[in-house]
């Protein structure tokens, strides 16, 4: 099992919108097809520049080769669909991390 991580910074100005558009459209998107799991949404607690805010949004991935096939059939479109409508005011950057036994 792996957790497939999106930490993104959004611009106050449209970081309502973006939420919006995470929880109405990016997630019901994601899960749709079965691979991508257990969608957690989280808000940064850390100080930005009083002009953004940081949210991670996680999914648990059966694996890695799971993880490229949805990408290439669904996160691909998705990305650019973000990019289109949030411009250069949301970045984010993307972690794969594997879940270890405690």
């Given amino acids: 099992m792996i957790i497939y991580n999106?930490?993104?910074n959004s611009d106050n100005s449209v970081a309502v919108a973006f939420i919006?558009?995470?929880r109405t459209r990016f997630i019901p998107q994601a899960i749709?097809?079965?691979d991508?799991?257990?969608p957690c949404l989280a808000h940064?607690?850390?100080e930005n520049d009083g002009k953004?805010?940081?949210f991670s949004l996680q999914f648990t991935v059966e694996n890695v080769d799971t993880l490229e096939k949805w990408y290439k059939e669904y996160?691909?479109?998705?990305?650019?669909?973000?990019?289109c409508s949030f411009n250069q005011k949301v970045v984010g950057f993307t972690t794969i991390?594997?879940?270890?036994?405690i």
């Fill in 6 to 8: 999106t930490t993104y």
């Fill in 20 to 22: 919006k558009w995470l």
């Fill in 32 to 34: 749709q097809s079965g």
């Fill in 36 to 38: 991508l799991k257990e």
């Fill in 44 to 46: 940064l607690m850390v």
């Fill in 52 to 54: 953004s805010n940081s």
């Fill in 75 to 83: 996160g691909a479109e998705l990305i650019r669909e973000m990019e």
């Fill in 97 to 101: 991390m594997t879940v270890m036994d």
